[in-house]
């Protein structure tokens, strides 16, 4: 082997070792906290009771007290003024004990929260300890494909088997830290809390809806005559209704002159509302919304002024328990407004339902949507099919080290009718299926039709049932089945690859990132990073560094996208009284 190839692969053992240490030091910190926490809870505990025993112990002597002060009372009134003061005592005695006992109490309800089956720390020490095993994928994966392109063809195949070997390992750790935290028991209280969360949003939903009287109710119109494909209208869609739910407006879709169907809206879903669906146009949004009665809401792009409870944000009286089962809490909260919006009129549903049939969709399977057509080099980069294929490869060797797998099944969406052809000819180890006949009238030339709309309404559907996505987040297409597929599990948040960028909802306030680990930058490119440091996130590179805007130096640079996480923004919304 070439010298330089051994270095390489030395550099690679070291970078290995370090990834290693890293991983140790994350477990020993969760194996710590979690000792401190139950010591923590013995200690608390122990003096609880103990105060508690004294508590009762200064109570009766202060009844015992009181009985015998009465009695000497009557006898002698002239000591009286001596045992007032004693009386005085006693009872400031009490009162100081009584705040003791108030403190420790709730002490000892914030360290029953550590070593209960859910726990904030615990779940965040989780999530930060899973990405950063996907990221030391990425940072692994990405310094070796640059190694590769210095060595000869022989190094390749050394440098291949050395990933195919740590694509081994990495993988199993995944499986066996998942493993380790399903041991808690505690899903079935994540997946409950998940259904009573939902339930609760679901109702107000139901209620905004419907007012008692739907003349008088304050309303909020959403044209859709966005001047945009699908994807971006439902989207549009969604932003109103979030609106509406942050003014305590009913949202009224008004689907007239709909670009993809003069049958409007309730042609393919269930209105909105049963008791309040039309009205008049209204007042366009503005600094003085308040006082209309019905309003009509611009485009994300022109809105002014812009509530704070806009995309990324999480409403306040709900964040405290959603990143107790959920991974990224504002795709939850999108996922409740697609579970409300998207409910298929009977035909539609039927329709999907015997595709699915047709199309034999079956678990396990991966959803593969390649956004092509008039997206490319306008919007979006080219990536070829074998691109999607990599992450696609990796999901079934995953599942392929726990399971065994009669056929790797893969249902493709795309406007692109020749995908489906190339994908067959180079993986012939794969079963793929898709629509052709959705995907050729997905084309520009016939995209605004009722046949499109159809198809990719059921294109979405299927992506959003499938176990795993890979796709391009600068489409919306993807994401909107990416937000749909997080309606349906308690926590689906980490079951995509995209090829670009990080996930994000147009029109969203800044996406901030959260120093979790400090970084000195090395070399001009970088930049360094103190604990608690907010940064406004530009795109992950998939290679273990992120870009973003550093918010104290206002430097912009690259940064180990380990050393982050997602920093959640949330805003105070509309008392609903429900709970
Ligand atoms: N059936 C089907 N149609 C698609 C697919 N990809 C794109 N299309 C069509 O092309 C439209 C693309 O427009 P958008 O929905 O706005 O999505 P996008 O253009 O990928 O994303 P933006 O440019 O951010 O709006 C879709 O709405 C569909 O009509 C696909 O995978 N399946
Ligand atoms: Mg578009």
Redesign the pocket.
Known sequence: MAPRVMRCIGFVMILWAFVLLYMGMNLYQLVEESRKSTQELLHVRSDLVKLKEENIQLRNENIKQIKKLNEDNIIRTSRSFETANTNKNLLEKLRLSNKKLKNLQDEYLKAKDSDSKLSINREKLRRRISNQLQEMWFSVSGHVKILERMVSEAGRQDFHKFLDTFRELQQITELDFNEFFSMDGAQNIRDKLADELSNIVQKRLYNLQHPENCDSARKLVCSLNKG????????HILYCFIVAYSTKRTMIIDSHGWR?SSRGWEAYFQPISNSCVTSPHGVEWSLNHEKNLVIHLPIVDSLFPRPKQMPLAVPLDLYDRIPLFHGHPFVWWIGQFCKYLFKFQPDLKAEIEAKKKDLKFERPIVGV???????INL??AFHEVDEYMHWVDLYYKKLALKQSIERKLVFI???DPSVLAQAREKYPDYLFISDND??K??R?SS??SDE??R??I???EL?SDTDFLVCTF?????R?AYEIMNSKHTDASDRFRSLDDVYYF?GQQEHKMKAIWPHSAKGRSEISLEIGDLIGIAGNHWNGQAKGLHHNSQKSGLFPAYKVEDFHDTAAFPHYQDE
Do not use: F, N, P, W
């Open positions: 945009c494909g699908y994807g971006c209208q439902m989207h993809y949507q390649i956004r092509r057509t008039d997206k919007e979006a969406a795309t406007d959705v995907s009238s997905a520009l995209r605004y499109s709309l198809g990719v059921s294109d979405i992506l600068s489409s919306q297409v993807c909107l147009g």
